[in-house]
């Protein structure tokens, strides 16, 4: 690059939310850029993946990764070019991703699981932000690993058209069984069957979710991949067949905040009179398998069997408002922002 970057923007974690909106916590802040030191590389960030696992890291618990520290530029994965480099792996001018942050520039001082690596060929960037990435990895393990459907088997999946879920959802009905997907609103439930082929799609803000349920599923769920918890999670437990399988992946009805929710689940008993399973997933426990699930991703997508949809954000400005949108299902599938 002929001429390198000299200033960054970023956005700074400046105090903890203390309820479901994140936008004010966060300061908008320019720096200058510090020169490359040897072994290091200078992205441009052009895409940033909003996912609702980043409002977990806001707080100060535990959580399976450390909180973002008050100070700290966002924590967040994303997708740019190499624009000046003192790392032969990272060659100028090559499309990486990785952890890069809410800002323009990122600076990478290594690869693999958290580093910055290199976009494979063939493609598209901004995938490896969603269907080979975090998304896909997790919805491939949490359902062939923990929900191990057969077909024909009954198999449920909650935010069916988020990101996370449109992808479980279909890995489920590739493999021969009868999928049902949960969804907010005619235009999600209506690309949940029509783009993403299930065999049926439930609106939790209907008054009817659990005769529904009743309905599509007379002889029980077999499998439910719960990304939401709460009221939804509990009717799913009531509905379940002997034996079956609960993959708890994400609870984006609690909105993540730091102080836990008034009820818990009530009905938990079922899963002992149905001698049910409940199992939670972080991706990367399955890292000695990542090759695995990407080459069924790749297979998948490459015959025409994923369907794909995102929502676009334009602009860094825009960051913390896609996080508070994904709370109030703002986003038909994978959220990402164009810087």
Same mark, same amino acid.
């Given at each position: ?6 200033? /960054? ?5 400046? !105090?903890?939310?203390q ?16 020169? %490359? ?10 895409? =940033?993946?909003?996912?609702?696992t980043?409002?977990?890291? %806001? /707080?100060? +618990? &535990? ?12 924590? *967040? ?5 190499? $624009? ?11 499309? $990486?991703? *990785?952890?890069? *942050? ?8 290594g690869?693999g =699981?958290?580093?910055?690596?290199v $976009?494979?060929d +063939? ?9 080979? #990435? ?22 449920? $999946?909650?935010?069916?058209? #988020? ?7 279909? @890995?489920?009905r ?18 949940v069957r ?11 803000r209907?008054?009817?979710v ?6 599509? !599923?007379?002889?029980? @769920?077999?499998?439910?991949?719960d ?12 509905? =379940? ?8 992946? *994400? ?11 008034? &009820?818990g ?5 079922? =899963?002992?009179l ?9 991706f ?18 490459g ?9 676009? &954000? ?16 703002? /986003? ?8």
């Amino acid at each position: 690059m002929a001429n390198p970057p000299t200033h /960054n923007r970023r956005w700074v974690l400046e !105090a903890r939310p203390q309820g479901r909106t994140v936008s004010s916590c966060f300061d908008l802040q320019a720096e200058e850029l510090s020169p %490359l030191q040897p072994g290091e590389a200078r992205v441009r960030v052009e895409w =940033l993946s909003i996912d609702p696992t980043q409002r977990g890291w %806001l /707080n100060p +618990g &535990a959580n399976y990764r450390a909180p973002v520290e008050i100070g700290e530029v966002m924590r *967040g994965a994303g997708v740019g070019t190499i $624009v000046e480099s003192d790392d032969e792996g990272l060659p100028v001018g090559a499309k $990486v991703y *990785g952890e890069l *942050g809410w800002q323009s520039y990122a600076t990478a001082s290594g690869q693999g =699981l958290f580093g910055v690596n290199v $976009v494979p060929d +063939g493609i598209e960037p901004r995938h490896m932000l969603s269907v080979f #990435g975090t998304n896909g990895l997790t919805a491939y393990f949490g359902m062939m690993g923990i929900g191990r459907p057969s077909p024909g088997d009954t198999v449920l $999946v909650s935010a069916a058209a #988020g990101a996370t879920g449109s992808i479980a959802s279909q @890995i489920a009905r590739s493999l021969g069984c009868r999928t049902i997907g949960v969804a907010g609103g005619q235009e999600k439930c209506d690309w949940v069957r029509e783009a993403a082929g299930l065999d049926a799609c439930v609106d939790y803000r209907s008054d009817s979710v659990t005769e529904q349920l009743r309905d599509l !599923a007379p002889d029980g @769920i077999d499998v439910y991949f719960d990304n939401v918890g709460g009221e939804l999670l509990e009717t799913a437990i009531d509905n =379940l067949a002997d034996h079956g399988r609960i993959v708890l992946c *994400g609870a984006v009805a609690t909105g993540y905040e730091r102080d836990l929710p008034t &009820a818990g689940i009530r009905n938990y008993m079922q =899963l002992g009179l149905r001698r049910a399973r409940m199992e939670g997933l972080v991706f990367f426990d399955y890292l000695d398998r990542f090759p695995e699930a990407l080459a069924h991703l790749s297979g998948m997508f490459g015959r025409g069997e994923l369907a794909v949809t995102e929502t676009i &954000a334009e602009g860094l400005e825009a960051a913390p408002g896609a996080l508070d949108g994904l709370f109030a299902g703002a /986003n038909l599938g994978k959220q990402l922002v164009r810087l």
